[in-house]
């Protein structure tokens, strides 16, 4: 099998982009790809260029029709020998994931090698279980109601969770009939898109069914979201992103689906299980250093128990290593760039010098920043409103259960959100008023699964869900047809004079 890439021979290489079935190189600006613990270089590229995405976007639309008119069977057989695979590549696939996006092994594994293997099996199963549906008799007409896929769809994802994210519009989009344009992170072009597309080209999906044009967002991004043979876009991203993509694609009024940020409420009743709850918090907060939207954003502990609660958060964020997860044994890695690591320390020393108590970390060393717990964080600091996405935990107080549901819903997103108490009626009284897409009792926010519908409410999406059968809804419409055996002479009861 020919799908295996050495970051050694791909700097040289440079042949990330893939038009119609044809690996290139970009036409556009070039790009230095960075290992994220050392900054050394793992590949030098170049962006696709707005040339290149228009040919992009015609081979989609050429190679769609014929994928779309394959049985279902056909389809999903291409996805199933993908995941077979993909599991023949774990450790190239991990390695790149490490390296590229500074994930530890353990979450390249389970979050995005796991996960990726489970949405490509899942989506195979959809291809087959979506079919037309039988409805009452319409007069004489037999009468159904079928699924048509959108066309091309462009997809826009982050460099956080490369693999998975992608994979989680890619695998159930072509399963439903649709083609692909995906524009990756520039950071993680090849965890993001091109692992991807080698896969899925050794296992026989035909060429200009899935192209990749790696580029920064501002110009070969706005430039897929406004293509006029681009029928739907999927971004998973920042909100702010998010705004400007269902700004620019709202005079087309073409399908959008945003998966978007989150500020996550943990919140802790007083009769909860302290230990396990900050366990749970600690992992739910500081899981590849924070930089995943489900990440927790607030830790609304009950006054009662708020004490001994950040105290045993705190001991859990001493006790985590940082450092380079390729070559060192640790539970964190880096921050993505530096850029991402001074707005994490800006928010810190914010908290501080307003009156925050630092209980661990708030140190740094390069794009490294240690497990940070702050306490007796106030909506005046910046840390309370808005999305850190790196390893800072903020404690909040809470007087009672109407107090920490008002401090739960005080932000303008709502991805997800965790509830522990003793009472598990309890907690789901309280969580059925928070505002969210997700919420879990007694668990953390980070959770997700190929089947379960995974999205958000406010700030944090568009309102649409991914995830089993979730997906069918979110990649293709509804169309009503009508059959009747002779043809329909109207319903005039005279034929009309002729003049």
């Given at each position: 099998m020919s799908t295996?890439i050495d970051a050694?021979?791909?700097a040289a290489?440079e ?9 290139q ?9 960075a ?5 050394e270089p793992?590949?030098i590229?170049r962006e696709?260029s707005?040339?290149q995405l228009d040919?992009a ?6 190679a ?5 008119a394959?049985?279902?069977?056909v389809r999903a057989?291409?996805?199933?020998r993908a995941?077979?695979?993909?599991e023949q590549?774990h450790d190239?696939v991990?390695?790149w994931?490490v390296r590229?996006s500074?994930?530890v092994?353990?979450?390249?594994h ?5 996960q990726?293997?489970d949405?490509?099996?899942?989506a195979?199963?959809l291809?087959?279980?979506t079919?037309?549906?039988p409805?009452?008799p319409h007069?004489?007409?037999?009468s159904?109601?079928e699924r048509?896929?959108y ?6 994802t982050?460099?956080?969770?490369p693999?998975t994210?992608?994979m989680?519009?890619v695998a159930?989009?072509l399963?439903?009939g649709n ?7 520039h950071?993680?072009?090849v965890?993001?898109a091109v692992?991807i597309g080698r ?7 035909p060429a200009?069914v899935f ?5 920064q967002?501002?110009s070969?991004g ?6 006029p043979?681009?029928?739907m876009v ?5 909100t702010a ?7 620019l694609?709202a005079?087309y009024l073409?399908?959008?689906?945003l998966e ?7 919140v ?10 900050a366990a749970?918090g600690?992992?739910?907060?500081f899981?590849h250093?924070g930089?995943?939207?489900m990440?927790?954003?607030?830790h609304?502990?009950?006054a009662p128990?708020l004490e ?6 705190a001991?859990?964020?001493r ?6 997860p390729f ?5 964190l890695?880096?921050?993505i760039?530096?850029r991402?690591a001074d707005?994490?320390?800006?928010l810190i020393e ?7 108590e630092?209980?661990a970390g708030?140190?740094?060393r390069?794009n490294?920043?240690?497990p940070?717990v702050?306490k007796g964080?106030?909506p005046?600091m910046r840390?309370y ?5 790196g390893?800072?935990?903020v404690v909040v107080a809470?007087?009672?259960?109407e107090d920490?549901?008002r ?7 709502g ?10 009626e ?7 008023r928070?505002?969210?897409g997700?919420?879990?009792?007694n668990?953390q926010?980070i ?10 409410t406010?700030?944090?999406g568009?309102?649409?869900?991914f995830g089993?059968?979730s997906?069918?809804d979110?990649f ?7 059959v009747?055996?002779?043809?329909d002479?109207?319903h ?8």
């Open positions: 295996r050694r021979l791909w290489d042949r990330t982009t893939v038009i119609g079935g044809e690996w190189g970009g036409d556009g600006d070039q790009i230095e790809v290992e994220k613990a050392t900054g793992l590949l590229m696709a707005l040339e040919r976007v015609a081979a989609a639309k050429a769609q029709p014929g994928w779309a394959r049985p279902a069977d057989g291409v996805l199933r995941a077979d695979l993909l590549h190239e991990v390695e994931i590229e500074g994930s092994p353990a979450k390249a389970a979050a995005e090698y796991l990726a293997l949405e490509f099996r899942e195979a199963d291809a087959e279980r079919v037309a549906r409805l009452p007069g004489e007409d037999a159904v109601a048509v896929p066309g091309v769809v462009g997809v826009i982050p460099w956080n969770v693999f994210l992608a989680r519009t159930p989009a399963a439903l083609a692909i344009v995906l524009k990756p992170d950071q993680t072009p965890s993001g692992l896969l899925l080209e050794e296992a026989g999906l200009g192209n990749a044009v790696p580029g967002g501002p070969v706005s430039a897929l979201v406004t293509h043979d681009v029928s999927s971004f998973t991203g920042s992103v998010g705004r400007t993509i269902a700004t694609a005079p073409k399908k959008v689906a978007l940020g989150g500020k996550n409420p943990h802790v009743l007083d009769d909860a299980d302290i230990e396990g709850a749970a600690a992992w739910g907060n899981t250093q930089q995943v939207c990440a927790i954003g607030r609304v502990i009950a128990v001994d609660y950040a105290a045993e958060l001991r859990w964020a006790g985590l290593r940082v450092g380079d070559r060192e044994d640790v539970e890695g880096p921050l760039n530096a991402q707005r994490v320390m800006a914010d908290a501080v010098a307003q009156g925050a630092l209980l708030g140190e740094r390069g490294f920043v240690q940070t702050l964080v106030t005046a840390a409103a808005e999305e850190v996405f390893p800072v935990a809470a007087a009672d259960d920490a549901v401090i739960a819903n005080d932000t303008e997103y991805l997800s959100a965790s509830v522990h108490s003793a009472s598990p309890r907690a789901e009284a309280v969580a059925d928070i505002v969210s997700m919420v879990h009792i668990g926010t959770n997700d699964n190929a089947w379960a519908p995974m999205g958000g406010k700030a944090s568009s309102g649409g869900r089993g059968e997906n069918a979110m293709t419409y509804t169309r009503w047809r009508t009747r055996k002779d043809a002479r109207g005039f009861v005279a034929r009309p004079a002729v003049p």
